[in-house]
C-alpha cells in the first residue's frame, strides 16, 4: 500500500517535472525564448545556417531609443574567407556603457555572444577590450576578441554563457573596459535561448557534485553562472547547432583535443536505441552523442590498454571552479554486464573516479547516462592552462576486458562567488597556439611510460606496437624544434614559424642511416619534385616517408620552402604531417609521416587485383576528410591557406584509411591579392576562372574538389583519353553531359557493390555540381560543401532519413533527366561549422 502511494507521488512528481519542461515529440526542448539578433543589421527574418530567424538590432526593441547616439553599426570590411553574413559581417560598436533588453520569463537563459575581429571602420581591433555584464554577473572584462581568435586561431567564434534570471528583465550591457578616446566595445550576434531548469545546476534533491582530489562537496545552484568552454561529441562528428536539442548547442568533434597521445579508436553504432533516464533526459543531449564514442583498441582482450591512458587536454582559464560533465552510453553489442568493463577518471591527475562502470552505472546497453565532477584549478600567471581527462582501465576490480571509453563531455566555467565574475585573462601573443599545437610538448613523459611498456610487450605483439611505437616516435621528433636559415621573402613569417614550428632538422648521416643510403628497394613513388623512400630512424620498427628533391629541379626550392613554412605551423587530423627536413648538401629532404594505404588516386584507378574496392561509405568518409582538411586551411587559419592543387594523388590515406591532404608545394597564405601572374595546378583539377582570367581563390580549391567527388564517385580519371586518341575528356564536362542527358545512374563506378540510397546520390552529385560551377562566386563555401557531405552520410546511413529533424538542408537539389541543377544554385540554408 505505502508502495502504491509512493509511487503514485512520485508519478506526480514525475508530472509536475515534465510540466516545467517543454518538450517536442521527439523528446527535444522547446525554448520559450529563443532570441536570436544580428547586431548592427537591418535585415530582418534571416534564415541562418542554423535554420533560425535572424533578425537586425537595428529593426528590434531590444536596444534603447537612443541607441544611434550611444553606439554605431558598422559593416566588416570585405574578406576572402568564408565568413556567414548573418550575424558575422555586421557589428553594433559602443564607446560608452549600453544595455540590450530582453524581456523574457524567469529561469536559466543560454546567452550566445559572437564574436568576429576585424577592421571596423578604420577602427584598430586591438583596442577593443569589453566588459559584458548581465543580471549582476560580469561575463566578459577585459576581454580582448582579436587577441582570443590569435589564441585559438579562429577568424570568429561565440562565447557561450548561463545566467539565471529570477525577474521578466535580462539587461545585457557591453562596455569598453578603458577610459579612452581610442577604447571601443563590439558585437556580431547575441542569443538568448531559454532552457530547462536544473538542467546544468542542481535542484532541491540533487546530491552535491564532488570537488575532485579535495574529499569535498560542492552545491551548484541557479545563483552560479557559467561560461561553457568545450562541448564535444567524442569520437564523431561536429553535430551544429541546429541539431541539438532544441537549446541550439554546438557539439564539436574532439580530434583536436586528443591529438598527440594514444589516440585510441572511434567507435559509433548510429542504429543504437538510446534509452534516456531522469538522470539523462531526451533533450539534455542528442542521441547522436552517445552513439558515437573513443575508446581504447579492444585487441586482444586490452592488455596493452593498461599501459596507457585515454587522455584529453583541453585549455581553460585558471583561477576558477569548473563544472566537468562526462557523457557515456555503451553501444558495443558484446559489453551487457556490469564489470565488463571498468574503468578509473582521472582529472587533472587526481582520482575523479576509481571504479567507473558504464553499466553498472545506467543499468543496460544503450543506457545514456552522464557524470559531473567540480574541479578547482588554481591561479597561474598566464592566465591560461590545461585540464586533462584521462581514462584507464581498472585492473583491481578484474573487469572482463581492459578498456575504456567517453562518448560526450562538456566542460563549464562557474562564476566566482566573491565578485560574480567570469572573466578570464586575455592570452598573452607569446603562449603556445591552442589548441592544435600545444599538446606535444605536454605529452612527452607520459610517453615514455607508453614506449617503456610497450617494450616488455614486445615479443608478444609487434604488429599492435608498430603503431604505439610509431605514435611515439612522432612525438618524440616533435619535441625537438630547431629551424635552419632557410632563405624565404618573409621574414615575419619565419619569425613566427620558428616560435611555433614542430618539426625537427635532420642531419644527412641520419637520413642517409634511415634510407640505406637511398636505396632503390625503399623507393615508394616518385613525381615532379623528386622521389619518395621509406625509411626508419628506429632500425625498422617505425617507418616514415623521405621525400628527397631532385637536385635539377629549379622550381624545388620555393616550394620546399612553402611546404615547411605551412605545413610545420599546421596541424590537423586531415592534413599530412611534416616531421622534419634536412637541407645539408644542398639537399632538400622533407620527412613525413608514412601513408600506409598510399593514394586515393591509386585505390580509384590503379588497385591491384588483391586489393578491395573502397566501399561507399569509405568513399564518402574520405571525402567529409578531405573537406575538413579544406575547411581548416580556408577558414580554421588566421591567415586563410589556398592549397591549389587538390587532387586524388594528393590525397593520402593513413591505416585506418583516415585521407590526409599532402603537397603544399604550390598553396598559398594569407595573400592579400586576386589575382596570380602564375597559374599552377595539375589539368583537370584547374579552376577554369583562375585558369582564363588569373583569379584565384578558396574556390579554386572547391572546385578541384568537385573534381575528386566525381573521380570517387566515378572511379574515371580527371581526364581520360576519348574515342579518337587525341581527343581529351574532361570528367567534370562528361558529367555534365551524362546528367543533361539523364544517363545518371550509368555514372556510377560499377565495380561499387553497394547500393547507393537516392537521397544520398542526389545531394553528392548536387554538391560535386555547385563545386564545378564556372565561376568562383557561384561555387559553394568549403563549410558548405562539408555540412552537406555530413548530411550525404547520414542519408546513407539512415536510408534517407535525417535524424533529429525531418527536414532535408538543400530539397531544392532534384535531379531529374534536365532539371534545374544548374551549377550556382542557392542552397536553401547554408552551413559553416563554428569552433569555439
Ligand atoms: C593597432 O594597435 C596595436 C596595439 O595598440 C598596434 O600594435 C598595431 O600596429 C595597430 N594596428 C594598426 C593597423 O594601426
Ligand atoms: C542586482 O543587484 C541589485 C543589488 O544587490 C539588486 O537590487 C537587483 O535586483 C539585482 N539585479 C538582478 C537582475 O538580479
Ligand atoms: C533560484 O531558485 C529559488 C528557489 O528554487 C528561487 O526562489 C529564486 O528566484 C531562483 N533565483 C534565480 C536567480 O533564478
Ligand atoms: C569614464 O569617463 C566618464 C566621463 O569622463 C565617467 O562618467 C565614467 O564614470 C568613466 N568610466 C570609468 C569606468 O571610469
Ligand atoms: C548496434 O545496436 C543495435 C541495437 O542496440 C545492436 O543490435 C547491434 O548489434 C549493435 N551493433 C554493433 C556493431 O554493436
Ligand atoms: C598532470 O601530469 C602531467 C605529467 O604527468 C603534467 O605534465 C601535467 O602538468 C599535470 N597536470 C596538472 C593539471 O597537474
Ligand atoms: C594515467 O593518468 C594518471 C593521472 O594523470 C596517472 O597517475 C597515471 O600514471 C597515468 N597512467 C599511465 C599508464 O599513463
Ligand atoms: C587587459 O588586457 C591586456 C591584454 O591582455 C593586458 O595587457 C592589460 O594589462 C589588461 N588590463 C587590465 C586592467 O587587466
Known amino acids: 500500500m505505502n508502495a502504491i502511494i509512493c509511487s503514485g507521488y512520485i508519478f506526480i512528481l514525475y508530472l509536475l517535472h515534465l510540466q516545467q519542461v517543454a518538450v517536442a515529440d521527439d523528446g527535444s526542448y522547446v525554448p520559450t525564448e529563443n532570441i536570436v539578433l544580428s547586431c548592427g543589421s537591418s535585415t530582418s527574418e534571416f534564415v541562418q545556417y542554423d535554420g533560425r530567424k535572424w533578425n537586425g538590432d537595428i529593426v528590434s526593441p531590444n536596444v534603447p531609443s537612443d541607441a544611434d547616439t550611444k553606439s554605431q553599426a558598422v559593416r566588416a570590411p570585405n574578406t576572402l574567407q568564408s565568413i556567414p553574413e548573418v550575424p558575422y559581417m555586421t557589428a553594433r560598436i559602443f564607446h560608452s556603457a549600453f544595455t540590450y533588453t530582453f524581456n523574457v520569463t524567469p529561469g536559466p537563459k543560454f546567452i550566445r555572444l559572437h564574436f568576429y575581429p576585424a577592421s571596423y571602420i578604420n577602427l584598430n581591433i586591438s583596442n577593443a577590450f569589453l566588459s559584458v555584464s548581465a543580471a549582476n554577473f560580469t561575463l566578459l572584462h577585459n576581454f580582448s576578441a582579436s587577441l582570443n581568435a590569435d589564441y585559438f586561431n579562429l577568424a570568429y567564434f561565440i562565447k557561450e554563457f548561463i545566467v539565471h534570471v529570477s525577474g521578466s528583465v535580462l539587461q545585457l550591457t557591453f562596455s569598453p573596459s578603458y577610459n579612452s578616446s581610442h577604447a571601443f566595445a563590439f558585437v556580431n550576434g547575441i542569443e538568448v535561448v531559454s532552457m530547462p531548469l536544473n538542467l546544468y545546476t542542481m535542484g532541491g534533491d540533487d546530491a552535491p557534485l564532488p570537488l575532485v582530489g579535495h574529499n569535498k562537496v560542492v552545491n551548484i545552484y541557479n545563483d552560479t553562472a557559467m561560461e561553457n ?130 553499466i553498472g552505472w545506467g543499468g543496460k546497453p544503450g543506457a545514456a547516462v552522464h557524470k559531473d565532477y567540480v574541479v578547482m584549478v588554481p591561479h597561474v600567471d598566464e592566465g591560461k592552462q590545461d585540464l586533462w581527462l584521462d581514462l584507464h582501465p581498472n585492473k583491481d576490480s578484474k573487469p572482463m576486458y581492459y578498456n575504456s571509453f567517453l562518448n560526450g563531455v562538456e566542460i563549464f566555467k562557474l562564476s566566482n562567488f566573491g565578485d560574480k565574475s567570469l572573466a578570464g585573462i586575455n592570452p598573452s601573443e607569446n603562449l603556445v597556439k591552442a589548441p592544435h599545437v600545444a599538446h606535444f610538448n605536454k605529452s612527452s613523459k607520459k610517453l615514455k611510460f607508453v614506449l617503456i611498456g610497450c617494450g616488455l610487450l614486445a615479443v608478444v605483439l609487434p604488429i599492435l606496437l608498430c603503431l604505439l611505437l610509431f605514435r611515439l616516435k612522432v612525438i618524440k621528433l616533435r619535441r625537438v624544434v630547431s629551424w635552419c636559415g632557410l632563405t624565404v621573402h618573409a621574414p615575419d613569417r619565419i619569425e613566427k614559424a620558428k616560435k611555433s614550428s614542430l618539426c625537427t632538422q635532420f642531419s644527412m648521416q641520419e637520413i642517409k642511416l634511415a634510407t640505406n643510403d637511398f636505396h632503390e628497394d625503399l623507393l615508394i613513388g616518385s613525381g615532379g619534385f623528386g622521389n619518395v623512400y621509406k625509411g626508419s630512424f628506429t632500425g625498422g620498427t617505425t617507418y616514415v616517408a623521405i621525400k628527397r628533391a631532385n637536385p635539377m629541379s629549379e622550381q624545388g626550392v620555393s616550394e620546399f620552402e612553402t611546404e615547411i613554412l605551412l605545413l610545420s605551423q599546421l596541424r590537423h587530423h586531415n592534413l599530412v604531417s611534416l616531421l622534419g627536413y634536412c637541407n645539408e648538401d644542398g639537399e632538400m629532404i622533407l620527412v613525413y609521416e608514412l601513408m600506409a594505404n598510399g593514394s586515393l588516386h591509386h585505390h580509384l584507378h590503379l588497385r591491384q587485383r588483391d586489393e578491395s574496392t573502397l566501399g561507399w561509405i569509405q568513399r564518402l568518409e574520405i571525402c567529409i576528410g578531405v573537406a575538413r582538411g579544406l575547411h581548416y586551411l580556408h577558414t580554421g587559419t588566421k591567415h586563410r591557406i589556398i592549397h591549389r592543387d587538390i587532387k586524388t594523388t594528393n590525397i593520402l590515406l593513413d591505416h585506418n584509411w583516415v585521407p590526409k591532404i599532402s603537397d603544399f608545394g604550390l598553396s598559398k597564405a594569407g595573400y592579400p591579392s586576386l589575382v596570380t601572374t602564375n597559374v599552377k595546378g595539375s589539368i583537370g583539377y584547374l579552376d577554369p576562372e583562375c585558369y582564363e582570367r588569373h583569379k584565384l581563390s578558396e574556390k579554386s580549391d572547391v572546385y578541384s574538389l568537385g573534381v575528386v567527388l566525381l573521380e570517387v564517385l566515378t572511379a574515371r580519371p580527371a581526364v581520360s583519353v576519348g574515342e579518337d586518341d587525341d581527343e581529351h575528356v574532361n570528367l567534370a564536362e562528361w558529367t555534365m553531359s551524362c546528367v543533361e542527358n539523364g544517363n545518371v545512374e550509368q555514372i556510377v563506378d560499377p565495380k561499387l557493390n553497394e547500393k547507393i540510397i537516392k537521397e544520398c546520390f542526389e545531394l553528392y552529385l548536387g554538391v560535386a555540381m555547385k563545386c564545378l560551377a564556372e565561376r568562383g562566386a557561384e561555387r559553394p563555401c568549403i563549410g558548405e560543401v562539408l555540412e552537406n557531405l555530413v548530411l550525404a552520410m547520414h542519408l546513407q546511413k539512415n536510408e534517407g532519413r535525417v535524424q533529429n529533424g525531418n527536414e532535408r538542408i538543400n530539397d531544392n537539389v532534384v535531379l531529374q533527366g534536365n532539371s534545374d541543377l544548374t551549377p550556382g544554385v542557392e542552397f536553401s540554408e547554408i552551413m559553416t561549422p563554428i569552433g569555439r
Not at 561529441?233 to 598527440?260: A, C, H
Not at 548510429?270 to 531526451?282: E, F, H, Q
Not at 591512458?309 to 553489442?333: A, K, M, Q
Open 229 to 358: 568552454l568545450h562541448r564535444l561529441n567524442v569520437g564523431g562528428e561536429q553535430i551544429p547547432p541546429k541539431y541539438d536539442t532544441g537549446m541550439f548547442r554546438s557539439w564539436d568533434s574532439d580530434e583536436v583535443y586528443i591529438l598527440g597521445a594514444n589516440i585510441g579508436i572511434q567507435f559509433s553504432n548510429m542504429s543504437m536505441l538510446v534509452s534516456y533516464s531522469d538522470n539523462a533526459p531526451p533533450y539534455s543531449s542528442p542521441a547522436d552523442v552517445y552513439r558515437t564514442s573513443r575508446s581504447m583498441a579492444p585487441f586482444l582482450g586490452g592488455i596493452v590498454n593498461l599501459n596507457y591512458n585515454l587522455t584529453w587536454f583541453f585549455p581553460i582559464d585558471s583561477g576558477f571552479l569548473y563544472l566537468v560533465r562526462l557523457h557515456f552510453c555503451e553501444i558495443d553489442e558484446d559489453i551487457t554486464k556490469m564489470n565488463q568493463v571498468v574503468f578509473t577518471i582521472f582529472l587533472n591527475n587526481q582520482t575523479a573516479d576509481e571504479q567507473f562502470d558504464v
